[in-house]
């Protein structure tokens, strides 16, 4: 408990680099940025190591606490994010689908149009857009809420009556966040695909809905499922770490909050987009 | 008579605290204490005297820079998951309460015996509902900790940390802010606490408090201790403090500074 905490921020102790005096060269500048990167990078893998540790080790400890805790976070970055997915979903099949299938059928290549459709909206539009949307919507809440707990001294609290922080605090964090953004990114494939359809459908493109849906049938194999699985719950499961890493990160004080809001999701992006690239290496390699 | 009660309920040897935000910044050098079973402490300092971080040291929330110190005789630095009934045995009410915000009075009081007993809530409601009634909580128990006033906060805090029957209770300044109504029911109740409580089966309860005012708890029952410059002072009874003469005891008792040159 103490010392998993302890652990994954001991290796992250960047104060001494932070308040060092810096000489004027621009050298020095990207030597410490560098630093400062591969340290934040080191206590996040030993933080995401230690909240799987954590994850199998306590699976059946204080079920009753932590199984309602976890429905919660399903609800909060799950449920809850369902009406603004569906808009967001009908947004990107009139935006983008739309417009391509047109295209395509304008330059007669309604042939590749299954192929295109799984590129860009089940490979990669689809799981990196939810990604970034439940970063935005409940990320940034998780940063601040664990943060301000941090900064008032709830989870040396939560030591002192003997209940692990990783435990209560991250552990329903990342499983509901895994959860809801393969969800979500399930939900906003299927509208988003569907929506495309209507929109060229009401260009009069002359594609019937069977083609349609048959051409993306055809474009999918069993290893985009898998990999659309596996890279999603990667982004829940990252976002989550990322977020709460920052939020429980160091004793904090309450005006650290902001700033390290701010920090934890633009690293949070960044996450997402190496993870993604990752990703696209196993599509390259099949 | 059993093993933990022969022990020290609290030893510190030769011990050196440092900052809870900064472990290499001593607050506290070279302090040698003992606490027997059943004793009432009182631990005076000036504020910034680092009495919170003695605290948490005692109560193993924090190792010890050099020393050490043993809680029933298990020493705190192998204090880890597998020492966790051991840790339990101690409860800690903090300065400002540090209730969870995101949960009800009711909630922040029945998570540790929730979790450390795996209980549904409806399976703790009966103990809940019994120490809540006992602290005069129930009518705020819906209530989150930020919508009640710092009175009630602290003792929902210190419900929290009787929820599960400690054989120790540690209070960093409880009386601090409080109401004069409320203090005299804290110095009651803590009274009730260490002599032995139904709640906690009728067992003398060892209670250690900090405070940086020592006028409320002048008893002869109970025994003092004083934190100076980094140093710690046994005192004794409270016949031995105001034998002292210390120019620090009579500054805590707020006596007027002519006594004091």
Known sequence: MRENLGKAFALTDTQIFRRAPLPRSYTNFLGRKTFLFLMTLQGLVAFALITLGVIFRKFRTARNVIRPRIRQEIARAGVALLPMFLFVALALGFLVIGQTVSALARVGATGYLGSTMVIVVVRELGPLLAAVLVLARVG???????????????????????????????????????????????????????????????????????????????????????????????????????????????????????????????????????????FILLYLGT | MSETENTAAIEMREVSVGAMRDISFIVLEDVTWSVAAGEFWTVAGQPYSGKSDFLMLAAGLMAPVRGECRLFGTDTRTFGEAKLAERLHVGFVFAGGQLFNQLTIRENVALPLQYHHD???????????????????????????????????????????????????????????????????????????????????????????????????????????????????????????????????????????????
């Open chain 2, 119 to 261: 209980l549904a809530p409806a399976a703790a409601a009966r103990a809940v509902e019994r120490l809540l009634e006992l602290l005069e909580l129930t009518p705020l128990a819906d209530l989150t900790p930020v919508s009640i006033s710092e009175n009630w906060r602290a003792r929902a805090a210190l419900a929290r940390a009787l929820i599960l029957k400690p054989k120790v209770l540690l209070l960093d300044n409880p009386l601090a802010g409080l109401g004069i109504r409320h203090l005299h029911w804290w110095l009651r109740f803590l009274d009730r606490l260490s002599r032995g409580h139904d709640w906690c089966d009728d067992r003398p309860m060892t209670v250690v408090v900090t405070t940086d005012d020592l006028r409320p708890w002048r008893d002869p029952s109970r025994k003092f201790a004083l934190l100076r410059d980094k140093k710690f002072f046994l005192l004794g009874h409270w016949n031995e403090v105001e034998a002292s003469g210390d120019a620090l005891v009579k500054e805590l008792l707020a006596e007027p500074m002519e006594t004091v040159e």
């Open chain 1, 140 to 278: 940034t809440a998780h940063v601040i809420e664990l943060g301000t707990a941090r900064a008032l001294g709830e989870v040396e609290a939560l030591e002192a009556l003997g209940i692990d922080p990783v435990h209560y605090l991250v552990v329903p964090r990342v499983i509901g966040m895994a959860v809801g953004v393969f969800a979500l990114t399930v939900y906003l494939i299927i509208v988003a695909l569907g929506s495309g359809y209507l929109f060229a459908f009401l260009q009069d493109v002359p594609l019937a809905p069977g083609d349609y849906f048959k051409q993306i049938a055809e474009a999918l194999n069993w290893l985009d499922f898998v990999l659309l699985a596996l890279k999603t719950v990667a982004f829940g499961f990252f976002i989550a770490v990322v977020t709460c890493y920052h939020g429980l990160a160091q004793p904090l004080r309450l005006e650290d909050v902001s700033r390290v809001a701010v920090r934890a999701v633009t690293q949070g992006v960044i996450v997402c987009v190496l993870i993604d690239s990752l």
